[in-house]
């Protein structure tokens, strides 16, 4: 089964880092697909974006980073994909998935959307909670990958203590467990 996981990442969290490992766990191929929206004015650039994502999920073969413009069901046919994969973090959530997903199956009635329940401990996370944090010099070293971090304060010019500017190695793109369960 080849999935789309559509969304506009501005930037990437653990929550969907969660959400990625566990699709490409039952699914094929997941491919990550970054919305280019001319309505929003994001943070990262698209290309931001995808360069994040891939960091992010280079450890995972059979996942996949892209974007794409006009609907979602468009793009996945393209890809012949037959699931959409979207988190669900609380019934706050429930009714706009609901909505797009009844949406999406008057489009296609060949794709399914597929919710997984995010993880416990990212029902409370989003892109822009991280960039709250931020904005006021908050530590988010725990809920986005290090690099991503880095580039966030980057964009704020905050000075935060994560640390020296280098390449990330595999295990800091992997949420801190440690910190998660304390
Ligand atoms: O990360 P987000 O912002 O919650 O993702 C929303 C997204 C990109 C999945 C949704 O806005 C979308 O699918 N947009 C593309 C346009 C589309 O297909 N619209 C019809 C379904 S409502």
């Known amino acids: 089964m080849i999935a789309i996981y559509p969304g506009s990442f501005d930037p990437i969290t653990f929550g969907h880092l969660d959400i990625i490992k566990r699709g490409a766990h039952f699914c094929d191929r997941v ?22 994502i891939r960091l992010t999920t280079r450890h995972l073969p059979n996942v ?5 413009e006009g609907l979602t069901v468009t793009y996945a046919q393209r890809q012949g ?27 296609s009635t060949q794709l399914e959307t597929v919710f997984l329940a995010t993880s416990n ?11 709250e944090i931020a904005r006021f ?21 905050k000075t935060h203590p994560v640390s020296a500017l280098t390449e990330p ?6 949420p801190p467990t440690r910190m998660l369960h304390e």
Do not use: W
């Open 81 to 107: 994909a037959t699931a959409l994969l979207r988190g669900l973090r609380a019934v706050s959530d429930f009714e706009m998935e609901l909505q797009m997903a009844h949406t999406n199956k008057t489009l």
């Open 31 to 52: 491919i990550v697909a970054v919305l280019r929206n001319p309505n929003k004015t994001p943070l990262f650039t698209v290309e931001e974006r995808l360069a994040q």
């Open 169 to 174: 190695t595999l295990a800091e793109a992997e």
């Open 64 to 68: 996949e980073v892209d974007s794409f």
């Open 121 to 131: 401990e990212y029902s409370f996370l989003s892109s822009s909670v991280v960039k």
């Open 137 to 157: 010099g908050g530590p988010i070293d725990h809920l986005v990958p290090k690099h991503v971090a880095e580039s966030i304060y980057r964009c704020y010019a």
